[in-house]
Nanobody, 122 residues
């Protein structure tokens, strides 16, 4: 089973940018899509973005559309989430996930990372 490890979280100010990475070990499962979810304090885990194996198709939650960009480099077994114009409401633990196809619901996820904390101060 693939193991996913996120990195790049931290404490930033509103309006700043941050890039999260997620590395798969031993490698990304071929033809698998990937996704990002997040869980804010006292909230349920929610969908953020999903990307196809080739990277040609991406879907975003309305709350992050136009500010976040998901990409991947399958040669490096790495998934990325570029987050721009961050807002305090983006504060959450961010999880990467592997899915058999584009996935925007938790129950479609095959593997989860351990999460990385993103805190946005006002």
């Amino acid at each position: 089973q693939v193991q996913l490890v996120e990195s790049g979280g931290g404490l930033v100010q509103a309006g700043d940018s941050l890039r999260l990475s997620c590395t798969a070990s031993p490698r990304m499962v071929r033809n698998y899509a990937a996704a990002w979810f997040r869980q804010g304090p006292g909230k349920a885990r929610e969908f953020v973005a999903t990307i196809s194996w080739s990277g040609s198709t991406t879907l975003y939650a309305d709350s992050v559309k136009g500010r976040f960009t998901s990409s991947r480099d399958n040669t490096r077994n790495t998934l990325y989430l570029q987050m721009d114009s961050l807002k305090p409401e983006d504060t959450a633990v961010y999880y990467c996930a592997a899915c058999r196809s584009l996935c925007n619901i938790r129950f479609a996820v095959d593997s989860w990372g351990q999460g990385t904390q993103v805190t946005v101060s006002s």
